[in-house]
């Protein structure tokens, strides 16, 4: 046991020249936890793109990180998946929509390397709208409950797997029908 406690504090000198000294055994302390106390604290290195987002923008929170394992993001109680982009980066994919407000936005990034909150501006902007009249007849239509709840099932869905590589692309070169973030109101009422 001596020789090992030797062998730890020479290990613990040259890791920590300065200390030499200093090194009591503190009851109960162990050497490894005395070890960690004298580390550097980790922390995340967290990018958001784009900087200064606006409604409706997907925002792509970038992480820098020691760790192998991915951290956590979570935004307004929601967790999205942190995807490895290279050795010791991870991208996650925040979505934003044109329903809500604009403002401040915080982003808690946490896991291995401890925890992170931070803030962007969440700017406003500025979508088209369409009014559609309907004929008496056609006025009251709805969809189902069948189909409301297959569209809330697919908004909810999260998948801890990256479905995709390299950078997104455009899903058909057909005609664009309408522009993203199209407000419509049917006789009046917002849809």
């Known amino acids: ?25 503190l009851g109960g302390l162990s050497a490894t936890a005395l070890l960690l106390l004298n580390r550097p604290a980790q922390a995340y290195q967290v990018q958001f793109t784009p900087s200064s987002p606006q409604l409706g923008d997907t925002i792509a929170v970038v992480i820098r990180s ?20 290279t050795a010791g ?8 929509s044109p329903l809500d ?13 401890g925890e992170r909150n931070l803030a962007v501006g969440l700017r406003d902007r500025s979508f088209q709208t369409q009014y559609i009249t ?6 009251g239509l709805e969809g189902t409950d069948y189909e409301f709840a297959r569209m809330d ?3 909810a869905l999260r998948t ?3 479905y995709w590589s390299g950078p997104m692309a455009r899903p058909s070169n057909g005609r664009v029908s309408s522009v993203y973030g199209l407000r419509r109101y049917y006789n009046g009422v917002f849809a």
């Open 134 to 139: 309907l004929s008496p007849g056609r006025a």
């Open 153 to 155: 099932a697919l908004k």
């Open 66 to 85: 020691d760790s192998e394992r991915p951290p956590t993001v979570s935004v307004r109680g929601q967790t999205y998946p942190a995807f490895p982009v």
């Open 1 to 25: 046991m001596i020789r090992f406690l030797d062998r730890l504090a020479q290990a613990l000198r040259a890791l920590l020249p300065g200390q030499r000294r200093r090194w009591l055994w």
């Open 101 to 113: 407000a604009p403002g401040r936005l915080t982003v808690q990034v946490s896991g291995d390397e």
């Open 160 to 162: 801890p797997e990256q």
């Open 89 to 96: 980066q991870f991208r996650a994919l925040v979505p934003t």
